[in-house]
DNA sequence: CCAAAAGTGTTCAAGATACACCCATGT
DNA sequence: ACATGGGTGTATCTTGAACACTTTTGG
């Protein structure tokens, strides 16, 4: 066999974290991971990412998709490349590599338990996980450390709101994002001096206090204040 | 085989994008990446990154190590995950996927040609590359995007200079890897305030013309500031 | 004494921060 | 009428940008 490869080689995984904002409890806004519970060894019925072997035929982000839908329902969402795991003991089998990638979700417009293979799904806070299987923790951790950062500099943040969402939404999600208090009246100026919002004309349905206005991203505009070498920062 | 991948799976590789800084044309600072010609079909006689298999007992930064110290001679220096490659003809003989890693020197303190298998590796600058083998290309554009961004808000820089450095040095480095001219009353200003950088009390030797005070990089300083949430840059 | 690069301050504009009250709506 | 969150402006401070001349050294 001319030009192959003699050693034995790793075996090759992708694992996922899904990251959603759970807007839910009003005041108790919290940045939420999917989680699958094992039904095989090792590990079984313990919690872990999704995630499974890539196939010769497919590209990284291909079988990361595919997993994702497979396992958990969700499919067109943002997925982006996190890092590349390698330590000798990460799975007890034998050697895996994993390429882990993470994906940003609006809950909204999702239905995970539609999927038909999604019984052992579930989602957690990130401020309350259960133990997980292999190194998922510390893939998890590199993801939510990736999250924050990122959010500095890019609006993925939008990719966790609704299509409409309040500014207040918006605030909060970065407040949890980042962990710390933003000051409103701050925050809507430079939100809306960037311009990469626009006001949807529309207000908020059935809330106990006067409705906020609804907005949407404005991609267009976010697209042609970066050809300009433009930094997105909160 | 119990607890075993049934699949066939991909080949696991890792390549290195090695980057140094040539001051030697007083002027005509610029960035250079190390390449090898290739003395085995595919690309055979084509440059191409550092690089090769992984092996089922070591570590992906442990296999980027040991290539990099067999292929270049290069031991002990700055390495960092870039990203994982994995589109499917990537490789014309088979499905390889590879974990790409980029690397820092500072050429002085590094003799290259020490190495023993070192006959085919060449320095050369990014702006003038000959034609690559696989994706490389591409690999090295991700790299040199990765150390443009990563340069403002961490001081991987100063993995690029000597120990001791001028003022001048650095920010010709800085000019270099962001492409743009910056001010020079304004730069010593911005990084002496930052005191992440020592007056060693030396001064440059055998110039023709006012030598330069020599500094060094106060790491200690420097990994103060970050624990206390410091932001870098330039 | 000339060429070459080192070294040094001030002014101005823009952006970031701090801060408190009135408004609209549902119950 | 009250409770709840929505919405708004100003003053101050900090930071970044622009800009030109004198000093030192070797040849």
Redesign the interface.
């Known amino acids: 066999m001319p ?3 003699q ?6 995984t992708v694992d996922i974290v899904v990251f959603a904002m759970d807007f839910a409890g009003r005041d108790e806004t919290d940045l939420q991971v999917m989680l699958i519970q094992r039904d095989l ?2 590990y079984r019925g313990g919690w872990a990412l999704p995630g499974g ?9 291909d079988a990361a998709r595919r997993e994702l839908q497979e396992e958990t329902g969700l499919r067109d969402i943002y997925l982006e ?1 996190l ?2 795991f ?3 003991g990460r799975d007890p ?5 994993t ?1 882990a990638y993470y994906a940003l979700v609006n809950l909204t417009g999702h239905d995970v338990r539609a999927s038909t293979d999604a019984r052992n799904a579930a989602w957690f806070s990130v401020s309350d996980l259960p133990p997980l299987a292999f190194d998922h923790a510390q893939v998890l951790d590199t993801a939510h450390q990736r999250l924050r950062s990122k959010v500095r500099y890019q609006p993925i943040g939008f990719e966790l709101l609704p299509e409409r969402f309040t500014l207040r939404q918006l605030q909060r999600l970065y407040e949890v994002i980042l962990d710390r208090e933003l000051d409103k009246r701050n925050f809507r100026k430079k939100v809306l001096a960037m311009e990469i919002v626009k006001e949807t004309g529309e207000i908020e349905k059935d809330v106990a206090h006067r409705a906020a206005r609804l907005y949407r991203f404005d991609k267009r505009r976010y697209d042609r204040l970066m050809k300009k070498g433009f930094n997105f920062e909160i």
């Open positions: 030009h192959t490869y050693f034995a080689r790793p075996a090759l060894a090792p072997f890539v196939r010769t035929q497919e590209t990284l982000d490349q890092y590349t390698g330590a000798l089998r034998e050697r895996v590599v390429v």
